[in-house]
């Protein structure tokens, strides 16, 4: 039994290597194929910005006497966050100034639609803001 075995996977051996064999010489005869898939090539790079790019605006030297904004979403705990902050920073500097911008809508474009004017007048009038998320 071991040596019909042994001789069958001899025998197996021996026509892979024999189709190998003579795939190897067709290939070698004949001229390569030329593929008939043609490929477009995208670049990874998005289209560029036409807004020239800008460093972040400079650090204030000290939050003293200072008007500073709370952005505070509409998630559940902002709030409470926001408060917080005004506390902590009152503490530290009595003459600071904070005015709160609530975004009461879930909806992320909300400043930039039905707010933007109110918005865009809060950001006037404050030197730095801390955005306040309740997440």
């Known amino acids: ?47 560029a910005d036409p807004i020239p790019l800008r460093g972040i605006s400079p650090r204030l030297e000290s939050l003293a006497g200072k008007k500073i904004g709370l952005f505070v979403n509409s998630k559940r705990a902002a709030m409470p966050i926001a408060k917080s902050i005004d506390k902590r920073l009152k503490d530290i500097f009595p003459d600071i100034q904070t005015i709160v911008f609530h975004s009461t809508e879930p909806n992320v474009n909300e400043i930039e639609t039905k707010n933007k004017e109110k918005f865009t007048a809060w950001v006037k009038g404050i030197d730095a803001v801390i955005a306040v998320v309740g997440d």
Do not use: H, T, Y
């Open 1 to 47: 039994m071991n040596r019909f075995l042994l001789a069958l996977s001899i025998g197996i051996l021996v026509v892979i290597m024999v189709q190998n064999l003579s795939m190897a010489q067709g290939a070698r005869s004949s001229e390569p194929k030329k593929p008939d898939i043609q490929f477009e090539v995208l670049s990874p790079w998005a289209d």
